[in-house]
Every structure is written in C-alpha cells, then in structure tokens.
C-alpha cells in the first residue's frame, strides 16, 4: 500500500524558513512526479511546486519562485520543500502528492495527509 507522509510544518515568523519532507511507503519514487500543493483557509488548494523524479526537472508557481526549493533524496525515498523568506500569505496545509510515470504534475494517483505551516509575527 502506498502512502505518502508529510512532516516539518510548523509556525515560524515571516522572513523565517521550514523544511517540508514526503516520505514514501510501498513504493519507490523513480518513475513520479511529486507535487507539492497547499491550501490556505477558505481558499482552494493551489500548486506550489512539483518535480519528476526520473528526469530532476523542477517547476515552481510565481509566488514561491526564488524562495522555494523542491529536491528529492533517492536513498531516503524522500523530497523535500526547503522554504525561505516565508510570507503571511504561504500560511496554510501542506501536501504532497503523487503521480505515477509522468514528470507532470496532475491528476495525482496519492496524496498525504498534509502539514500545517503557519506564518505570523
């Protein structure tokens, strides 16, 4: 059974950073693209980041570029969101999804359950 685990959410001050980590069970992340997603309360999840594990390549939504760095850890079957200089506006539910044989992220075959990340002063 596959399952995706997300950890390191947190509430941390805006200008801070957060380390998000996926972890995988049951399967092993070659062939995926991981997304990371996020919803803010009373709005609708929104794309923060996705990378595909066969061929590295990364994207990013506009609102998280040169802020965010999504990366994988073949040995720990892991990816990562490492979060700087994190905004009011980045508070919110943190997921991970998964899709199986694509370097696109959509219509994700797993989800976790989610992280929360609250930022504020």
């Known amino acids: 059974q596959v399952q995706l685990v997300e950890s390191g959410g947190g509430s941390v001050q805006p200008g801070g950073s957060l380390r998000l980590s996926c972890t995988a069970s049951?399967?092993?992340?070659?062939?995926?693209?991981i997304g990371w997603y996020r919803q803010a309360p009373g709005k609708e999840r929104e794309a923060v980041s996705c990378?595909?594990?066969?061929?590295?390549?990364?994207s990013y939504a506009d609102s998280v570029k040169g802020r965010f760095t999504v990366s994988m850890d073949n040995d720990r079957n892991t990816v990562y969101l490492q979060m700087n200089s994190l905004k009011p506006e980045d508070t919110g539910v943190y997921y991970c999804?998964?899709?199986?044989?694509?370097?696109?992220?959509?219509?994700?075959?797993?989800w976790g359950k989610g992280t929360l990340v609250t930022v504020s002063s």
């Open positions: 049951g399967v092993t992340l070659d062939y995926y693209a």
């Open positions: 990378i595909s594990t066969s061929e590295g390549t990364t």
């Open positions: 999804g998964a899709r199986y044989g694509s370097s696109v992220c959509s219509a994700m075959h797993f």
